[in-house]
C-alpha cells in the first residue's frame, strides 16, 4: 500500500469522531495501523480508552461506514486490540489542546 492511500484511509477514519469526547479517532490516539491487502480488505487495528467502552459497537461501525468511502475498500476488518493500552500520551497535540489536557 503506497503513502498516498494510507494517508487516504488515515483522512477517513479522522471522520469518526468519539461521541464522549468530540474528537476524532486518529487524534485521540485510538487508531494503531491500518493496512489494505490486494483484495480490498481493510483491516483497521485499533483500541478504545477503556475496556468497556460502551461505543464499541457504535464506534467499529463509523470506521466500516468511513471506510467504505474510500474506493479501494470493499470490505473492513476492525480489531480490537488493548495491547499496547491506550494513554493520553497516545493524543495529538491538537486533542490534548481541545480537551485541555496537559
Not at 492511500?5 to 494503531?32: C, F, S, T
Not at 490486494?38 to 466500516?64: N, W, Y
Amino acid at each position: 500500500m503506497d503513502a498516498e492511500l494510507k494517508e487516504n484511509l488515515m483522512g477517513a477514519l479522522e471522520q469518526v469522531i468519539d461521541p464522549e469526547l468530540g474528537i476524532d479517532i486518529v487524534n485521540i490516539g485510538l487508531v494503531y495501523d491500518v493496512d489494505l491487502d490486494d483484495e480490498g480488505l481493510c483491516t483497521v487495528t485499533m483500541t478504545l480508552t477503556t475496556m468497556g467502552c460502551p461505543l464499541a459497537g457504535v464506534l467499529t461501525d463509523q470506521v466500516r461506514v468511513a471506510m467504505s468511502d474510500i474506493p479501494e475498500v470493499k470490505d473492513t476488518n476492525v480489531e480490537l486490540v488493548w495491547t499496547p493500552a491506550w494513554s493520553k500520551d497516545r493524543m495529538s497535540r491538537y486533542a490534548k489542546i481541545a480537551l485541555g489536557i496537559r
